[in-house]
């Protein structure tokens, strides 16, 4: 009876179609900015993804609600590891303070790794007396100072407000769509500084225009070393601008291991290395784990944050 029984389970096997393998199918990788830097990393990554995974990562741009538009998709795809979506933290650990019902939320998603460092900070026109936070902070508080970011409630600006916070000087802030007019408003004069991410006045920096005076990162920007970070210079402004990697909730695990691999391994190719370099966003590798980890605790601090300045969900 037990010969008859398995042999009937084994020839139910064999009838049965084999599960394909993850992946047996192309990634979608959803873009949730207007096409830019980040696209070019990832189409990088994507060859090396090919190379180890056997199928193409298919970038898609679904761009909108500074990343709210694609990264809810992402939230709402099926939990298959056949849908995925990178951006700055922003879009999962800020909106959702700021957007109603965003759908963003870090509970929507599963990290799979963090891939680069949008590395911020404050920059002044070349011919400035001023050279460093300390002379920044000193400044501002013989004379009002106005200073440009890329949006209210932008990293950069958040920057500045923990200068602010760590020091009780008080700055006043004028919030553009973007960087490059607040950049250009400040080589003209009409702002005192800028804050915004190093890689959009990098080129600046290094022509003579400006001068990058800090970064609110813990470690230096690479192509600038001799810039102190802020807290090397004493002040207590840590803003970090973490990219990544997401799925949605619910993926398995071993597709999630499959891919946080394959994540780690592309870092280390080297064309993947002459992106970060030429785009001036540093490799940061950060396993799924820790990231989630940090998903959690920096949704948390914004909200307090945000909370302090007023700002309430629309």
């Known amino acids: 009876m037990r010969r008859m029984l398995m042999g009937a389970m084994l020839a139910l096997a064999a009838a049965l179609p084999a599960r394909a393998e993850y992946p047996d199918k192309p ?16 189409r990088a990554m994507g060859e090396h993804f090919q190379r ?3 199928q193409p990562l298919v970038l898609i741009t679904r ?15 099926a939990p298959d590891g056949y849908t995925l979506g990178q951006t700055p933290m922003t879009a999962i650990v800020v909106q959702p303070h700021m957007v109603r019902n965003a759908g963003t939320n870090p509970e929507n998603f599963e990290a799979v790794c963090g891939t680069n460092e949008n590395i911020l900070g404050v920059v002044v026109r070349a011919e400035s007396p001023i050279r460093t936070l300390p002379d920044l902070v000193a400044e501002g508080r013989r004379r009002p100072m106005s200073f440009g970011s890329p949006g209210p409630n932008s990293l950069p600006q958040l920057g500045v407000w923990r200068v602010q916070k760590a020091t009780g000087v008080d700055f006043n802030h004028i919030p553009y769509r973007g960087e490059a007019a607040h ?7 009409r702002l005192d ?18 001068r990058l ?10 192509d600038f070393p001799d810039v102190p970070t802020a807290r090397e210079q004493g002040i207590d402004a840590l803003q970090l ?14 597709v999630l291991d ?46 307090r944050i945000l909370r302090e300045l007023g700002v309430q969900a629309e």
């Open 241 to 254: 601008s973490q990219v990544g990697i997401y799925a949605p909730r619910g993926t398995p695990a071993p």
């Open 258 to 303: 499959r891919l946080e691999d394959a994540c780690r391994a592309s870092l280390e190719t080297p064309v993947v290395k002459q992106v970060l370099a030429t785009t001036r966003a540093p490799a940061s590798f950060v396993p799924r784990a820790q990231l989630n980890t940090m998903l959690r605790e920096e949704f948390a601090s914004y909200g």
């Open 183 to 189: 950049l250009n408003d400040t080589l003209a004069g």
């Open 27 to 42: 990634i979608t990788m959803i873009m949730p900015y207007s096409p830019g830097t980040a696209d070019v990393l990832i």
């Open 63 to 77: 761009d909108g609600g500074s990343g709210v538009v694609g990264m809810r998709t992402v939230a709402t795809s």
């Open 52 to 54: 180890v995974l056997g």
């Open 193 to 210: 500084f800028s804050a915004a991410v190093v890689s959009s006045a990098a080129e600046m920096v290094q022509a003579g225009r400006m």
């Open 213 to 222: 005076i800090a970064v609110f990162s813990n470690r230096r920007h690479p």
